[in-house]
């Protein structure tokens, strides 16, 4: 098995708008599982990005217990340490955060997903990752 190096905050970030550039190659038909499930590996990427250059460690951000794939916990630490992200973009996030952490979006038929908007739900989650990289 080939030996990679850790992951870097650039790294992490080039990767999560690459999650990004996906979704938004396949968008068109709604927000759906597949769609949302990229938006989300992007956000997680792009939160342990902004967290690395916080000082938190790499163990410590892929501790399960700790951080691991949840965005709410990864979103609150990333606001602790200087992220400002409006409303919409927190309502968002824990509006799909329950489906991302269980891998229910990876198992799920590809179907339509409504918060209180469509357009509010895709901006709230798409926009984050472009916040990210202002502020690191």
């Keep these: 098995m ?3 190096p850790p992951p870097t905050r ?3 970030l080039a990767q999560a708008k690459e999650f990004l550039q996906a ?3 396949i968008c068109g038909q709604g927000m759906r599982s597949t769609h949302l499930l990229l938006i989300c590996q992007g956000l ?3 939160f342990k990005a902004f967290c690395l250059d916080s000082g938190i460690t790499l163990k410590r951000l892929r501790d399960h217990n700790e951080f691991g794939h949840d965005l ?3 979103f609150d ?3 602790t340490h200087g992220l400002g992200l409006n409303a919409n973009a927190q309502a968002s996030i824990a509006f799909i955060n329950e489906e991302y952490v269980s891998k229910a979006l990876n198992y799920l038929e590809p179907r339509p997903y409504y918060a209180s908007s469509e357009e509010s739900l895709e901006s709230g989650l798409a926009t984050v990752i472009l916040e990210v990289e202002k502020h690191i």
């Design 2 to 4: 080939t030996s990679h």
């Design 10 to 12: 650039a790294t992490l």
């Design 23 to 25: 979704a938004c190659a």
């Design 44 to 46: 997680e990427l792009a």
């Design 72 to 74: 709410v916990k990864l």
């Design 77 to 79: 630490a990333a606001q």
